[in-house]
């Protein structure tokens, strides 16, 4: 008995998809076409931000291939290149993209970080000058720091840095940065306070934390700071000072702090084992 109901609902709905398809077909298009456009921008931002960015970039390579004068779609395959750590493959992309009528500044400090991240500081800081220094984000800031630490100006990488932890409220990195800056022009007593600085900001970064030994290390300060450690980070900083110890000619104190390391980590810590064997041998 349900059969005919169902038939003539059926047939109902196709009267009525015929009507749409007479009189407003033009609507339903439009209709179909946002749809389309949202399920896309969702699947872009997807694709930027949790999928595999190898997938990423077959994604973007795809609908940017379909689509060729969609500067999006551009952006999202270049930022998936530097994702998957293909950047040599994204600076051609980049490329592309500023010359494009709707690039921005934006997509000049990423070609620019691109170019750093490919190894041709020469052309990343050529590209930042062509940005008018009215255009003040962190992100060029930090690059501009970069590119002043790799000339050896530390006027100039100092001045950077500065500005550049002063707009963003995460200033950890540019500030561990600063700090390995300040280690490799031999301020050690400058690099320890922007370490610590740096640990203020996040004290999960244990790179902040191993520079931060290494600067007092090469002060001869073989005490650990007192710093937010688990018993593997204890382990692997007491390794880091001990060969400090060592590169600073203070060998028997290099050995006392790898036998500490290894008895303090809560595994076999292989690598100090084998530079404590190296020096004993």
């Not at 002060?219 to 650990?224: A, F, I």
Request: hydrophobic content about 40%.
């Amino acid at each position: 008995m349900r059969h005919p109901l169902f038939v003539t609902l059926y047939l109902a709905g196709a009267v009525a998809l015929a009507g749409c398809d007479q009189n407003g077909s033009g609507e339903v298009n439009r209709a179909f076409r946002d749809v389309n456009v949202v399920d896309e921008s969702n699947l872009s931002d997807i694709m930027l931000t949790v999928a595999d960015p190898n997938e990423a970039v077959a994604y973007f390579q795809r609908t940017s291939s379909d689509n060729p004068k969609r500067i999006d779609l551009q952006r999202g395959l270049a930022q998936s290149l530097i994702r998957a750590k293909r950047p040599v493959e994204a600076v051609p992309v980049f490329a592309k993209i500023v010359e494009h009528k709707e690039a921005n500044d934006d997509d000049r400090v990423d070609y620019a970080d691109a170019l750093i991240r490919a190894g041709d500081w020469a052309k990343a800081d050529k590209v930042l000058d062509q940005i008018p220094p009215t255009f003040e984000t962190y992100k060029r800031y930090r690059l501009e720091a970069m590119i002043a630490d790799s000339n050896k100006e530390w006027k100039k990488a100092d001045s950077f840095y500065e500005i550049a932890a002063g707009l963003t409220t995460k200033p950890a990195g540019v500030l561990n940065n600063w700090g390995y800056s300040k280690l490799t022009r031999g301020d050690f007593t400058g690099a320890e306070r922007l370490f610590g600085d740096a640990l203020r900001q996040d004290t999960s970064l244990f790179t902040a934390k191993n520079n931060l030994v290494l600067a007092r290390g090469a002060q001869r300060n073989y005490t650990l700071p007192v710093i937010p450690m688990s018993q593997v980070e204890r382990a692997q900083l007491l390794q880091t000072m001990g060969l400090t110890a060592v590169k600073q000619g203070d060998v028997q104190t290099g050995k006392a702090l790898l036998r500490d390391a290894i008895d303090t980590h809560p595994q076999h810590f292989e690598e100090a084992v084998r530079a404590l064997r190296a020096l004993e041998t």
